[in-house]
């Protein structure tokens, strides 16, 4: 079946710095993935639509210019946090919509750990 | 606005005894639900979900859930649990327009942890 792919997995940087977080769909075109964390013992929270060829759309309360998303093709979307903060520490996940109809199935990655120290 | 509620945070079964995992969800416009399972460390994993076909859905892994309009709820349940389904479970919903553009945004209820002992 489809799969949807995050990298990296696991990631560790200092305050300060930036840390990017790609999402890939290994089997289909994704005109549209979605970015959520979700913090410790909590729910998800989307935070933003990236749409392929076109600016991202984010909820509100979230800092486009610290999370900056690029859809640059049919099966890359990418999640950069700049100057994280140890606040910014999460769980990232992305989703894919494997079509533009209701009933599409929506496929998960396998989330990414961030940790700011 | 969308909001799902997902009743009980914290669920304990015997292995080989029904599950029910409760969700009820509120929607301006008609939903569609969906049910994941999340593994410690690890990303969701759907396990069913119910887009205005039929209001009986049947999953994976030998799950199922009831969409009842009336009581605006889509429960989860499994006739048997297997100490494997011992997981974290997230009810969702996502907004439909007549494009279905909104298709994908999911709102998530704030999940329910299945213990199963043996």
């Known amino acids: 079946g489809a799969v949807v792919s995050q990298h990296p997995s696991w990631v560790i940087c200092k305050s300060g710095t930036s840390v990017k977080i790609e999402c890939r769909s290994l089997?289909?075109?994704?005109?549209?993935m979605f970015w959520y964390r979700q913090f410790p013992k909590q729910s998800l929270m989307l935070m933003a639509t990236s749409n392929e060829g076109s600016k991202a759309t984010y909820e509100q309360g979230v800092e486009k210019d610290k999370f900056l998303i690029n859809h640059a093709s049919l099966t890359l979307s990418t999640l950069t946090v700049t100057s994280a903060h140890p606040e910014d520490s999460s769980f990232y996940i992305c989703?894919?919509?494997?079509?533009?109809?209701?009933?599409?199935?929506?496929?998960f990655g396998e989330g990414s750990w961030l940790t700011v120290v | 606005a969308q909001s799902v509620t997902q009743l009980g945070s914290h669920v304990s079964v015997s292995e080989g005894a029904l599950v029910l995992l409760r969700c009820n969800y509120s929607s301006s416009v008609p939903p569609y639900l969906f049910w994941y399972v999340q593994y410690p460390n690890q990303g969701l994993q759907l396990l069913l979900k119910?887009?205005?076909?039929?209001?009986l859905v049947k999953g994976i892994n030998g799950f199922e859930a009831e969409f009842k309009k009336s009581e605006t709820s889509f429960h989860l349940t499994k006739p048997s649990a297997h100490m494997s389904d011992a997981a974290e479970y997230f009810c969702?919903?996502?907004?439909?327009?007549?494009?279905?553009?909104?298709?994908?945004?999911?709102?998530f209820g704030q999940g329910t942890i299945l213990t199963v002992h043996p």
């Open positions: 119910y887009t205005s076909a039929a209001t």
């Open positions: 089997d289909f075109q994704a005109t549209t």
């Open positions: 989703s894919a919509r494997s079509g533009g109809n209701p009933g599409n199935t929506i496929y």
């Open positions: 969702a919903v996502s907004k439909t327009n007549a494009g279905g553009t909104s298709y994908g945004k999911l709102t």
